[in-house]
């Protein structure tokens, strides 16, 4: 069974940082692309920052994220991170990891991801 399992969220200050990890439990999962997505209470989902498997093309972020957060991959690992510094309040959202199985100009769809993980708390406080 595809699984995606995130970790590393968790309660930080305003201007601290969190590292999340994104483990696909399959190999065959490293083609395509890794996207980072959240969701605040009575928000709806949207796109933080994707990055290609294959490296082809440089990772994509969010306008509110660029600058602040690192996407890397770790392809022996099959592994993903999402490196978040300088953390503000407004980042404060369960975060999700998920699979895209093209890279490509529609990668900030969520309609483009076929695999999701479970999601992870992030809490910034001010």
């Known amino acids: 069974q595809v699984q995606l399992v995130e970790s590393g969220g968790g309660l930080v200050q305003a201007g601290g940082s969190l590292r999340l990890s994104c483990a696909a439990s399959l190999r065959t999962l490293t083609g395509g692309a890794m996207g980072w997505f959240r969701q605040a209470p009575g928000k709806v989902r949207g796109f933080v920052a994707a990055i290609s498997w294959r490296g082809g093309g440089d990772p994509d972020y969010a306008d509110s994220v660029k600058g602040r957060f690192t996407i890397s991959k770790d392809n022996a690992e099959h592994t993903v991170y999402l490196q978040m510094n300088s953390l503000k309040p407004e980042d404060t959202a369960v975060y999700f990891c998920?699979?895209?199985?093209?890279?490509?100009?529609?990668?900030?769809?969520?309609?483009?991801?076929?695999?999701w993980g479970q999601g992870t708390q992030v809490t910034v406080s001010s």
């Open positions: 998920a699979h895209a199985p093209y890279w490509g100009p529609r990668i900030r769809d969520r309609d483009e991801y076929d695999y």
